[in-house]
């Protein structure tokens, strides 16, 4: 059974431009949720999709986004990217999100310049 | 709000010594669960167990327990006879009332096992 897997898992990107990653979850998994983890900040929800809707939102703002579609994958966009953006965005996919096991991706890494 | 804090950074044990790792949560809630989940170097989360805020009793699984006081607001991790193969970053995390998948991580324990 394939695991969380994430696209790209490394990028560079310079200050102000935008960024897409992606996320193909585990196939049955209905939730999808985001968390950026930084050394200064540590791990933080970004936000939790479920059936293409939203259904939670952490402390980030509007610049950081997230969609997913039909086949339970997911995307999140940056936009206007700043230097604290740098961090490792990981995904994690599960069942039928109801704070069980979350299965993670090995992330994305970005660094922005 | 919810807190989660872990105030051990990092803790280097010589292979097979017993190690704790501490785990303080704050949280208003009355209906929450409790995480432990382990980081390997190559980065993704690995989940060890999910604790139920009404079910303190204690857990073992192989060389792995844990302590659930609800007192203390404490969910402390006991590696036995540790291995290299523990060493890692350990994260405890709290969800919130609803359920879903908004956890609240805490910094983390770096833990390194000396052969």
């Known amino acids: 059974k394939a695991g969380v897997t994430q696209t790209p898992r490394y990028l560079i990107k310079t200050r102000g431009q935008q960024v897409t990653l992606s996320c193909s979850p585990i196939?049955?998994?209905?939730?999808v949720s985001w968390y950026q983890q930084t050394p200064g900040q540590g791990l933080q929800f970004l936000f939790e999709?479920?059936?293409?809707?939203?259904?939670n939102k952490g402390n980030f703002p509007g610049r950081f986004s997230g969609r997913q579609f039909s086949n339970s994958r997911s995307e999140m966009n940056v936009s206007t990217l700043e230097l604290g953006d740098s961090a490792l965005y990981l995904c994690?996919?599960?069942?039928?999100?109801?704070?069980?096991?979350?299965?993670f991706g090995e992330g994305s890494r970005l660094t922005v310049l | 709000a919810q807190k989660v804090t872990q105030a051990q950074t990092e803790i280097s044990v010589v292979e097979k010594e017993d190690v704790t790792l501490d785990c303080v949560y704050e949280?208003?809630?009355?209906?929450?669960?409790l995480f432990w989940y382990k980081q390997p170097p190559s980065g993704e989360l690995v989940f060890l167990i999910r604790?139920?805020?009404?079910?303190?009793q204690n857990e073992i699984s192989g060389r792995y327990s844990w302590n659930f006081q609800k007192s203390t607001s404490s969910f402390n991790f006991t590696i036995t006879a540790s291995q290299v193969v523990d060493s890692a970053v350990y994260f405890c995390?709290?969800?919130?009332?609803?359920?879903?998948?908004?956890?609240?991580f805490g910094t983390g324990t770096r833990l390194t096992i000396i052969p």
């Open positions: 995390a709290l969800s919130d009332n609803f359920g879903n998948e908004k956890l609240t």
């Open positions: 949280t208003r809630d009355t209906t929450y669960y």
């Open positions: 999709y479920f059936s293409e809707t939203q259904r």
């Open positions: 196939s049955g998994h209905r939730s």
């Open positions: 604790r139920n805020s009404f079910d303190e």
């Open positions: 994690a996919s599960s069942l039928v999100g109801d704070a069980g096991e979350l299965f």
